[in-house]
């Protein structure tokens, strides 16, 4: 695949330089159907400067054995958290280490129905020959049963209870039926999918969404819970934002180097809006809506954006204010409002040029 002019290429083919490295290095013992042993697929994820490979996933290198494990039994996996946990990143990360392909994904909403997980039908050919595997389009779920990769499933509570239950047999038996193939011209053995070795799903559940508590018993039975939580250190958090924020904008043809004591105020901000708490545990004003570090990210790129293109420098605490608005209050009044108690009366307790210049910068709120 070309990467160029890709905004944001898969993980196997960001990372194919490593993927390729650990393959070759690789001595351990693989679970059947794997591209890589288990700890090789670890370090993929969690790094190791010695072998030249980045971390790319910050947390509990617990978390990520045991979500291994699981992909190496025949239960599924099931990431739940918080928004912004990079609960899809780590999903993403997993696949690519198992299987050397993160792209089997089924993205989970109110309309997904069966045919995008399991399969549908060309219907021109279903016309023209009838059911067979030529008319056959297959979905991520047969795909990955087939081919013995691991299939993503991203916002599984967002779908009808109905079509979530269709994980259930090609988890517990490990087949998937197309009864329509059935009494067909392959005398039926098209008509039984059976799961190769190095299947098996991750699916993604956010708390905010409606809960994992509806999904069906049957189904929650079939998979091991693991949570993600938010970054608890806060250096490990602000090195986090830099050094994501810093790709970005070097994506973006960006050469400023944003400045640390900068992105301390930022992601400090980011974490009392969150928690509720100031860094001192005092209690304060906690925000609606979601104040990840996936938003925090996704800000500290914007306010590098906003120095360079308008005024060829770093980004300053004037710019946080200005962008904010619109990614942390959108159109919530009341956050709008807890956002400018923060700036007023927060922002002025804290020592350093640059709260001064972020309690300084209020007026740059709306309304
Ligand atoms: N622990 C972490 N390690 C690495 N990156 C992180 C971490 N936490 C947040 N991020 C940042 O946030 C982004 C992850 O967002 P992602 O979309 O994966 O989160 P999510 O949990 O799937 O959110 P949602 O529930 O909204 O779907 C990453 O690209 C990264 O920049
Ligand atoms: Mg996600």
Known sequence: MSVDGLQRPPAEVRFAGELAALRDGDTGDRPPG?????????????????????????????????????????????????PGTAKSLLSELLAAA?????????QGGAATTEDQIKYGWNYALLVADGPSTRSLVPAPLLRGMAEGRVVRFEEITRCPLEVQDCLLSPLSDRVLAVPE??????????????????????ATANTRDRGVNEMSAALKRRFNFETVFPIADFDTEVSLVAQEAGALLHRSGVTAEQRRDVLEVLVTTFRELRTGRTGKGDAMERMTAVMSTAEAVSVAHAVGLRGWFLRREPGTPADIVSCLAGTAAKDNPDDLAKLRRYLEQEAPRRAGEQWKALHAARHLLPG
Do not use: H, Y
Not at 65 to 74: F, N, P
Not at 98 to 106: A, E, K, N
Not at 182 to 187: F, R
């Open 34 to 82: 794997w591209a890589l042993s288990l700890r090789a697929a670890r370090t993929f994820i969690l790094g190791d400067q010695k072998a030249g490979i980045t971390r790319k996933f910050v947390g509990d290198p617990s978390l990520i054995d045991r979500a291994l494990i699981s992909l190496a039994t025949s239960r599924g996996l099931m990431l739940v958290g918080e």
């Open 98 to 106: 198992v299987s050397g392909d993160s792209t089997l994904t089924i």
């Open 181 to 202: 193939l059935a009494g067909t011209d392959t005398g039926g053995t098209d008509s039984m999918v059976f799961a190769r070795d190095g299947f098996n799903v991750i």
